[in-house]
């Protein structure tokens, strides 16, 4: 059971289970630490009635929240139109599908709302904060610090290695559809690094231009795993052999880089359950080491249905949730959090980590041609999610480094991504070492607080960080460790 700052003055019990995930939600977004003992000097938080609104009335309504002395306020309406947000629901009740099978991004609640380029679930999140902060005067407040090692927001560099064989053809896919634009200019520097790669292999000189780009940093990469066949290459499906000798030497280099390796599911696993578990344990075997994540190739997933799938397949988490056609926050969150079953209303043990940037989304479908103007929105996205102390999680794809292969310039633009993220000092991990901090994270509670304002912090999970975590007060000034 919840037990908030916080203690809910209308019982859990009479909210609705997606009312009360989405309040579990923006309590663990919050980082306002649970409070065990009922008779603590705590925050209440209260849950009251207001007219349903959706995002863009919320945020002209405060998100709902009012403070007083010792007490917040959150109206039912926010909690539903905030928890429909995060779960996707326009999403899940939708018929509506494109060429690949996809929901298409304009059936997103944010989207419809232009608002896709706010993390306005973690916004709302934030706010909470705030509000508890203010209204508890000479009460403690405790918040679990946001990222390790002192960090204030996080990044994941990820890449979803779609090309390794018989890369003239990708070439001249990209050459037509250069000259589709009319970009008739950036085709013949195409041609030109084509004519070159004889000498320098491009799919092998992409990899090496990002493992160099990463030094000392840790990435994830998801890989395809199943078997190609013709059909799966007309398809832009399974492209290549992950036991051929240039992908294992690939999968080699970022492991033995200190990357970890995940799934990139094939479009079998959108339709077929067993593949999600026969692509993972085959992955694993191939890199010699776990595959806790997977993200399906082309975005290919029926919302609702295939994260339940993933999770019996056993991965942790998935990074599925993003758009296609555009880059922003798909469930309006820029952070990890937990996959709720739509069938319960409660959080499965599958973690969402969503992506809110990837390349492609803007050379191919918005039609943007300039490595620097993808370089600008990466950035813009990434001060969007370091303002709630949040999580970026990018997509660059190998292929997408190389003049030989369709974009010149790109590997430079992507240096620079990654030198610009870090100079804003994020934490910078793979996705399965920031979800199980994320879930280190949610284990924090104070179990007592004294008339004296002495707070007693604990795990609840003890082992599942390696390392103490550190909380902070409202205004994030250090206080006690959870022991």
């Known amino acids: 059971m919840l037990r908030a700052v916080i203690l809910l003055s209308r019982a859990l019990a009479q909210l609705s289970g997606a009312e009360r995930s989405a309040l579990e939600l923006l309590v663990d977004l919050s980082r306002v630490v649970p409070v065990d003992d009922p008779a603590a000097p705590v925050v209440r938080l209260e849950v009251n009635d207001a007219p349903l609104a959706d995002a863009a009335a919320l945020i002209t309504r405060g998100w709902d929240l009012a403070a007083s002395d010792g007490v917040v306020r959150i109206s039912r309406a926010a909690l539903a139109?905030?928890?429909?947000?995060?779960?996707l629901e326009?999403?899940?009740k939708s018929a509506v599908r494109d060429r690949f099978g996809r929901v298409p991004s304009w059936e997103n609640a944010l989207v419809a709302a232009g608002l896709e380029h706010r993390p306005v679930v973690s916004q709302a999140a934030a706010a909470l904060r705030r509000a508890v902060g203010s209204a508890a005067g000479a009460r403690p407040v405790r918040c679990v610090t946001p990222w390790p090692q002192g960090r204030r927001w996080a990044a994941a560099f990820t890449h979803d290695l779609d090309v390794v064989a018989l890369w003239p053809v990708f070439t001249a896919l990209r050459l037509a559809e250069l000259a589709r634009k009319g970009d008739l200019s950036r085709a013949?520097?195409?041609i030109a690094a084509a004519a070159r790669a004889v000498v320098r292999p491009p799919v092998r000189e992409g990899v090496r231009a990002i493992l160099d780009a990463e030094r000392g940093l840790a990435s994830t990469w998801f890989v395809l795993c199943g078997t190609p066949t013709a059909a799966t290459f007309r398809h832009g499906d399974l492209t290549y052999d992950p036991e051929?000798?240039?992908?294992?030497?690939?999968?080699?280099?970022a492991a033995g880089a200190g990357h970890e390796i995940a799934l990139h599911g094939s479009f079998e696993t959108s339709d077929r359950d067993a593949a999600f578990t026969e692509q993972r344990v085959h992955l694993a075997r191939i890199a010699g080491r776990e595959v806790a994540g997977v993200r399906q190739h082309f975005l290919r997933t029926r919302p609702g249905y295939t994260e339940g799938a993933?999770?019996?397949?056993g991965f942790r988490y998935d990074s599925t949730c993003g758009f296609a056609d555009r880059n922003g926050f798909r469930a309006g969150v820029a952070d990890v959090f937990p996959v709720v079953d739509p069938s319960t209303d409660r959080p499965a043990s599958l973690a969402e980590a969503p992506?809110?940037?990837m390349d492609r989304a803007l050379s191919k479908y918005r039609g943007d041609e300039d490595p620097a103007s993808w370089r600008d929105d990466a950035l813009r996205l990434a001060a969007a999610c370091r303002e709630v102390d949040g999580l970026w999680v990018g997509i660059w794809h190998p292929n997408v480094t190389v003049a030989a292969l369709g974009y010149p310039g790109a590997a430079a633009?992507?240096?620079a991504t990654v030198d610009g993220i870090v100079a804003e000092r994020p934490y910078v991990g793979t996705l399965d070492t920031i979800v199980r901090w994320r879930a280190a994270r949610r284990g924090v509670r104070v179990r007592t607080v004294s008339a004296a304002g002495e707070v007693q912090a604990y795990h609840a999970s003890p082992g599942a960080w390696d390392e103490p975590i550190a909380l902070e007060d409202a205004a994030r000034r250090p206080c006690e460790f959870a022991k």
């Open 355 to 357: 992506f809110c940037f």
């Open 81 to 87: 139109t905030l928890g429909a947000i995060a779960g």
């Open 310 to 313: 993933m999770r019996d397949a």
């Open 188 to 190: 013949a520097r195409v």
């Open 244 to 253: 051929s000798a240039a992908a294992r030497e690939i999968i080699a280099a």
């Open 413 to 415: 633009a992507y240096a």
């Open 90 to 92: 326009r999403e899940r």
